[in-house]
């Protein structure tokens, strides 16, 4: 059960209810990003409920989901947390409540998280509930009740979302999407208030506007809905929260019920290669060349995405951008077998070179830093596209499937609706990829947003008649 409730809230195929809108919260040193509120009026510190979908782009870190109160004791602080070792931990200012077993590192994801609190329950293992997709957690390496009616930090001095307040010098903020952030004062809800199994077994959330009509004198309901107020607050009473470092640019459309790809740290080369900005940024620490591949593959139909090189000549001295095969033996590559080498080891791609771009056959002019690069990858015909800033090279045409580059010669026993690719970048030590744009977050402004036929993804340029954003929507429909 546990695997099909994983793998399934990937994203939800098909759902009464549709999330349009989540936002991207990063750990940024002076410029991290969070939500905060200064309570003006304490309400019940006995009981409390907080409901939220996210979903992580970076993982072995201590990361703030959200936390409450302002006081480093048993009753003045509550707090969520994933810790180093992607362990989940509820916790006061004393006292240890609950960690998992359970780990969570599947950034490919949207994990439904609902903590309820109750300490006036007479069950001692009832006044601090864990629900995950769905499900009760009951597997903890270590587990702590609050005393009968105990005080707690519910709904007192302080909410703050993505991030803690106690600890808040150490820049320990979440990073990753969150969507549908809600709390309630004084009221205890169990997972089944937010969300519903379908009769495959999905986890989807449920419409909360009846439940968010009251959620006493501290509750919150964020949508993420209006990019001009991302801290607002859509509940029928409450309050709004203040925003550090978050601003319009900071929407997403990769929500629980349509879920984008990412790069994902599960599948890079080693620890020097990592992301930021919501898996969109990818970065090398290290000395030598690293690899990273997407979140999200296919086998068949026609895919769309957009990258953008770093606006900054400190950057982008050498960055290898393309695709990859599943079966390749070097996913993810090695410092010896990186795109562009085209040499039999399974990958395809460009490299940028101090303001060149190269492939095995040539070089073409530019892309200047700052450059906005196009992919469409048809997979029914085993043709990959690639243009910047509008224009296709070489006289290509997406549409009409003309002067594409035959990736079956450069991938072993590549077949049509059997073998997967998946979008790649290979990066020199030092350097970064400034935003892989998939559609569901860019970790830039666009300034002419445009989206597939279906509506989905936010790019720069719109993808070619027949080509779709790599989501979960359009792969249950293309892929």
């Keep these: 059960m546990e695997t099909l409730q994983r793998t399934a809230n990937r994203g939800s195929l098909a759902t009464g209810y549709d999330i349009d809108n989540s936002v991207k919260l990063q750990t940024a040193g002076v410029n991290s990003e969070w939500f905060d509120y200064t309570i003006s009026s304490t309400g ?23 936390e409450q109160g302002n006081t480093n004791n048993e009753s003045g602080r509550l707090f969520v947390r994933f810790d180093t070792d992607d362990t989940l931990r509820i916790a006061t200012g004393s006292t240890v409540l609950r960690v998992t077993n359970r780990v969570f590192r599947d950034t490919s994801a949207w994990y439904h998280i609902v903590i309820a609190i109750d300490t006036t329950s007479g069950t001692a293992d009832n006044r601090t509930r864990l629900y995950v997709n769905g499900v009760e957690e009951t597997s903890f390496s270590t587990k702590n009740n609050f005393s009968q009616n105990d005080s707690t930090g519910m709904n007192f001095e302080k909410q703050r979302i993505g991030q803690s307040t106690v600890d808040a010098a150490s820049r320990l903020t ?17 997972a089944s208030d937010f969300g519903e199994f379908d009769s495959s077994g999905i986890w989807k959330p449920k419409d909360l506007s009846a439940i968010s009509s009251s959620v006493g004198t501290n509750g919150f309901y964020m949508k993420f809905e209006n ?3 991302m801290g607002a607050n ?26 984008f790809a990412i790069m994902n740290v599960l599948n890079g080369t080693n620890s020097d290669i990592t992301t930021s900005q919501g898996g969109t940024q990818v970065n090398n620490t290290g000395s030598s060349i690293c690899s990273m591949n997407a979140s999200m593959g296919v086998s068949n139909g026609k895919w769309y995405w ?36 085209q040499s039999g080891y399974g990958s395809i791609g460009w490299y940028f070179v101090n303001g060149g771009i190269y492939n095995g056959t040539g070089t073409w002019a530019g892309p200047g830093y700052g450059n906005i690069i196009m992919f469409a990858l048809d997979m029914d015909n ?12 070489n006289s290509s045409n997406p549409e009409t499937n003309t002067n594409g580059i035959d990736i079956a010669t450069s991938f072993t026993s590549l077949s049509g609706g059997t073998d997967i690719i998946l979008p790649a970048v290979s990066i020199s030590g030092g ?14 402004t666009q300034s002419s947003p445009a989206s597939d036929e279906n509506g989905y993804g936010t790019f720069e340029y719109a993808p070619p008649s027949g080509y779709y954003a790599l989501c979960t929507k359009n792969l249950a429909e293309y892929g």
Excluded at 44 to 66: E, M, Y
Excluded at 307 to 324: E, K, L, M
Excluded at 432 to 438: A, L, R, T, V
């Design 382 to 393: 085993l043709k990959l596209y690639f243009g910047k800033e509008g224009t296709w090279q």
């Design 227 to 229: 990019a001009a107020a």
């Design 44 to 66: 019940t510190r006995t009981k409390g409920t907080v409901s939220l979908w996210i979903k992580r782009a970076s993982l072995g870190t201590t990361q703030f989901i959200w």
């Design 431 to 444: 350097d970064k990829m400034d935003s892989m744009n998939f559609g569901g977050f860019a970790n830039y």
């Design 306 to 341: 957009e990258c953008r090189f770093a606006n900054d000549p400190g950057f982008t001295n050498t960055v290898f951008v393309g695709i990859a095969a599943a079966n390749d033996p070097y996913v993810p590559h090695n410092s010896n077998n990186y795109l562009g080498q």
């Design 174 to 190: 979440f990073n990753g999407y969150m969507a549908e952030v809600f709390g309630a004062d004084g009221l205890v809800y169990a």
């Design 234 to 259: 859509s509940a029928g009473s409450g309050h709004g929260f203040s925003v550090q470092n978050i601003n319009q640019n900071d929407q997403a459309t990769d929500v629980p019920t349509n879920n």
